[in-house]
DNA sequence: ACATTAATTGACCTTTCGGTCAATAAAGCT
DNA sequence: AGCTTTATTGACCGAAAGGTCAATTAATGT
């Protein structure tokens, strides 16, 4: 047997209790919004007192930040090691077929992410700062050394990524609006697919790249 | 003199009154959300006593709901009486361009339409039904008659309306992420061209329209 | 002028909010 | 074993929430 870094029983089951608060703040965060969501609600939600979960995490507040601490990781995922050497249409359907699958599959994330920004983002202004501005730095010069080649059409490259942004969380975010216009009642397996390949012909075609054929694999 | 409908003096208090708090009820449940703003945050904005504000609308709800109905006007502009003979072109940049200035310019209503949609659309369901959704299928069915016509590339047109609604869109209710990751402390009097122009070459070209120059008129 | 109706508002109600605290229980250390 | 530290939790707190009410004031119709 390995040795262990000292598994606890408290650091076990600590950890094991953070997480059913958390998950289930996390839930309530994301249907509710902040002011929305009660720490009674949530106490009954993972069934634990409500002075448990203070003693955890000190405040509302904090358990708010505790909460979008644990989800950042997933939402930074993709066009990771982007160069300008890569293709474009292959990176930028990549992308964009990631990021509606993440829309599709974890709405909650995405709704705590809008409704947080909405609010003009008081607990991520740090994180944009230090973590997103310099990532979106980078993925920008690429766009542009793409243009620069005559790769993709000139425009903006900030609002190329916008673009993406906007064009898949829209279908987690306003998930409630897209169904009811639709006469749907929930997304489908089909959606996914019909999604991706609708946003990727209007984007690549829109910045003069060729429409990759859906991968049926 | 023309025989108006009375114009009584309590008549007209009362609506300048209604006003009064409407205005402020909007700017707070924009910035706060439905359950961030108070009822006594309301008054003391709108400089009338909490109980007159409960005299005119009956319940928190019931202001709500006189805000939302109050914007709801403003927000259905556009594509209005769009025929499948009109030129696809022409049509979708004055509406892209319409969709942008709105956005830009009354930046709370967006969002607060955005904090309503995200959690579920309570207030909005019916309307979304009886209003949203006609309305919608009129506009889809013209992008079908454009597809068959060969005129644009035949894509799903709900996935495409979606499209133009969430880039425009995002430039108001995500204004704060944007600006941030930008390095801008607001949006200046070029962003609206540059947003338009490079949403629109995105969009039009992206289901096989010629870009219109952006007009400088 | 006067009775009636609508508007205004301060005081007050209940409920729920986020948060504290002290008493108890459990685990860890030597 | 016994001592120390960490967890657990019910009872409780002041503040603020949404909402009611009764008393007062101001317009309106006749």
């Known amino acids: 047997m390995t040795t262990q870094i000292k598994p606890n029983k408290k650091e076990v089951t600590r950890e094991k209790n953070q997480n059913l608060i958390l998950n289930a703040a996390e839930q309530l965060f994301s249907q509710l919004g902040y002011e929305g969501a009660s720490m009674s609600m ?33 939402w930074n995922l993709g066009l990771d090691n982007v160069t300008a050497d890569d293709d474009p249409a292959t990176v930028l359907y990549n992308y964009i077929k990631s990021k509606v699958i993440l829309a599709i599959n974890e709405p909650f994330q995405s709704r705590l992410f809008a409704s947080e920004i909405l609010r003009g983002a008081p607990y991520l202004q740090n994180y944009f700062r230090t973590n997103t501005r310099p990532w979106v730095k980078q993925k920008v010069d690429v766009f542009q050394a793409w243009m620069d080649a005559k790769k993709i059409d000139a425009i903006d490259p900030y609002h190329l990524l916008f673009t993406i942004w906007a064009t898949t ?41 060729k429409v990759p054929e859906q991968s049926k694999a």
Do not use: C, W
């Not at 409500?50 to 644990?70: C, M, P, Q, T, W």
């Not at 929930?186 to 003069?208: F, N, P, R």
């Open 42 to 74: 949530v106490a009954k939600e993972a069934q634990v007192p409500k002075a448990n979960i203070l003693y955890y995490f000190k405040s509302k507040d904090g358990l708010y930040e505790a909460v979008i601490d644990r989800i950042i990781a997933h």
């Open 169 to 209: 969380q829209y279908y987690a975010d306003f998930q409630s609006e897209v169904l009811l216009v639709m006469n749907k009642l929930e997304y489908d397996e089909t959606d996914v697919a019909q999604i991706t390949q609708s946003i990727a012909h209007i984007i690549l075609k829109g910045i003069g790249l």
